[in-house]
């Protein structure tokens, strides 16, 4: 006997993928108010985090990761492909942050 797997896709309608980019959407746009809110207590000048390499890996790490969260949960994306993105988003993040200690530690 042969077994069919038998995918069970739920299709989305259109409103519930618009509710979760706005969710998406006021979630970072918290972030980014957390984030100014931040800059303007330090003494850090601006212009000096917007030159930062830094500042553009995270904001290309919370987009992505954003848009992995909706485009799973409106089904559009398989549960091993949004695995895959985050831990390798996970293993990026983890790897630089370890990378600066070993450097800190030397010094």
Request: cysteine-free; glycine content about 10%.
């Amino acid at each position: 006997m042969e077994t069919e797997i038998i995918e069970q896709t739920m299709e989305l309608k259109a409103e519930y993928i618009v509710g979760l980019s706005v969710l998406a959407t006021i979630g970072i746009v918290t972030m980014w108010g957390m984030f100014w809110n931040a800059v303007a207590k330090s003494d850090e000048k601006i212009m000096d985090i917007l030159k930062s390499s830094s500042f553009f890996k995270t904001v290309t790490v919370i987009g992505v990761i954003a848009a992995t969260v909706v485009l799973s949960l409106a089904g559009r994306l398989d549960g091993n492909i949004t695995g895959a993105i985050l831990s390798g988003i996970a293993g990026y993040v983890l790897g630089q942050l370890s990378g600066k200690t070993e450097t800190t530690k030397e010094k």
